[in-house]
């Protein structure tokens, strides 16, 4: 951006021409050729989700989420409720078309209209959607929701400055790393250091066309294995 200066002489910000509050997110489901993310409804998605995420026998999914494993489906059920009550947090159940079964969460949050601000986090992917074409287009759907259908500038991707995953999948996707903010919060009796990442309006034109070609059809042979890696502007 160019720098400016106001009558003083003083730097300022780019002028945002013509800016408004941007909606919030509607609570419609985005659908692709190999998933759904939809609303998460804690009734009709609980027991799909459990059952999907007891493939993860030793619990990492949970290492750096809030909560710990839930091995019973009536607590999960519970948390589910309870963490899906509101719009912000909004949770999401991402749905694998093939089968039609939940095998994943991810959520918008931290949802700033006024500014065009929003967060996707508490994301957990089950074993079922890990290191597939699913996982990889879901973000997608989220993330063309907020940049091409609700017109946001900025989105977020927080984790644990420890949980390497989360940061080799937030730089996979395309965002960009913005530092650590040191002791930002207590959880499970420990400290955390987040990482930042974003991916701004002017950013997602290109990464856009990326995940197009990624995602084409032609880009997966017959057992769905990819032909080229996702390759994300730098």
Same mark, same amino acid.
């Given at each position: 951006?160019?720098?400016?200066?106001?009558?003083?002489?003083?730097?300022?910000?780019?002028?945002?021409?013509?800016?408004?509050?941007?909606?919030?997110?509607?609570?419609?489901?985005?659908?692709?050729?190999?998933?759904?993310?939809?609303?998460?409804?804690?009734?009709?998605?609980?027991?799909?989700?459990?059952?999907?995420?007891?493939?993860?026998?030793?619990?990492?999914?949970?290492?750096?989420?809030?909560?710990?494993?839930?091995?019973?489906?009536?607590?999960? +059920?519970?948390? !589910?409720?309870?963490?899906?009550?509101? &719009? $912000?947090?909004?949770?999401?159940? @991402?749905? *694998? %078309?093939?089968?039609?079964?939940?095998?994943?969460?991810?959520?918008?949050?931290?949802?700033?209209?006024?500014?065009?601000?929003?967060?996707?986090?508490?994301?957990?992917?089950?074993?079922?959607?890990?290191?597939?074409?699913?996982?990889?287009?879901?973000?997608?759907?989220?993330?063309?929701?907020?940049?091409?259908?609700?017109?946001?500038?900025?989105?977020?991707?927080?984790?644990?400055?420890?949980?390497?995953?989360?940061?080799?999948?937030?730089?996979?996707?395309?965002?960009?790393?913005?530092?650590?903010? +040191?002791?930002? !919060?207590?959880?499970?009796?420990?400290? &955390? $250091?987040?990482?930042?990442?974003? @991916?701004? *309006? %002017?950013?997602?034109?290109?990464?856009?066309?990326?995940?197009?070609?990624?995602?084409?059809?032609?880009?997966?042979?017959?057992?769905?294995?990819?032909?080229?890696?996702?390759?994300?502007?730098?």
């Amino acid at each position: 951006m160019n720098a400016r200066t106001n009558d003083l002489g003083q730097p300022v910000g780019e002028a945002v021409e013509e800016w408004s509050g941007r909606p919030f997110p509607p609570a419609t489901p985005m659908a692709g050729r190999w998933c759904r993310v939809e609303p998460l409804e804690a009734e009709r998605h609980a027991a799909q989700l459990h059952e999907a995420n007891l493939d993860d026998r030793e619990g990492r999914n949970w290492t750096y989420l809030a909560s710990e494993p839930f091995r019973q489906l009536e607590p999960y +059920r519970d948390w !589910l409720s309870r963490m899906s009550a509101g &719009r $912000d947090p909004f949770f999401h159940a @991402i749905v *694998d %078309r093939a089968s039609e079964k939940a095998v994943g969460v991810a959520a918008f949050l931290r949802i700033d209209p006024a500014n065009g601000v929003i967060e996707v986090g508490h994301i957990n992917y089950s074993p079922r959607l890990q290191r597939t074409a699913l996982a990889t287009e879901a973000m997608f759907l989220m993330m063309s929701h907020v940049f091409d259908e609700l017109g946001y500038r900025r989105y977020e991707w927080k984790c644990d400055s420890l949980n390497a995953p989360s940061i080799a999948a937030a730089k996979r996707l395309g965002f960009r790393f913005e530092g650590i903010f +040191r002791q930002a !919060l207590v959880y499970k009796g420990r400290n &955390r $250091d987040t990482a930042w990442f974003s @991916i701004l *309006d %002017r950013e997602w034109p290109s990464l856009r066309a990326e995940y197009r070609r990624w995602l084409d059809p032609s880009n997966f042979d017959d057992a769905g294995r990819q032909r080229t890696s996702l390759r994300v502007p730098v």
